[in-house]
């Protein structure tokens, strides 16, 4: 963050945020992590209400957010190898090569699709 102790949307996650043009002094930032789903997430929470006008060729539609909800911006599972392993077999690819670094933060796979 520009200023330490402030909380601000990484450019990543903040792009469809200013997309809907919510401004950032209409929220703050809630990163957290959830036990029980293994998932890191960051979400924003209004300080103040506000309508979202969504202009379609067929008619229009509001979102109305209240004070205090909060919108979920960005949800990351945490995955062990053994994890992404059984999620690539069940998607029909077979384990050429796998390995991961040391302190388990990057893993390289290559696979090939699974044939009858």
Do not use: W
Not at 87 to 101: A, E, G, I, K, V
């Amino acid at each position: 963050n520009a200023v330490p102790g402030e909380l601000t949307l990484p450019p990543i996650f903040g792009f469809v945020v200013k997309l809907l043009n919510i401004d950032d002094s209409m929220y703050e930032v809630e990163p957290g992590f959830d036990e029980k789903r293994n998932e890191r997430f960051i979400r924003i929470r209004f300080k103040t209400a506000l309508t979202i006008l969504f202009k379609f060729d067929n008619g229009e539609r509001s979102i109305h957010l209240n004070k205090d909800e909060s919108l979920l911006v960005y949800r990351g599972l945490l995955q062990s190898g053994l994890d992404i392993l059984h999620q690539f077999d069940f998607n029909d690819f077979y384990p050429l090569h796998m390995s991961q670094t040391e302190d388990q933060e990057y893993l390289m796979a290559i696979m090939r699709i699974k044939h009858d």
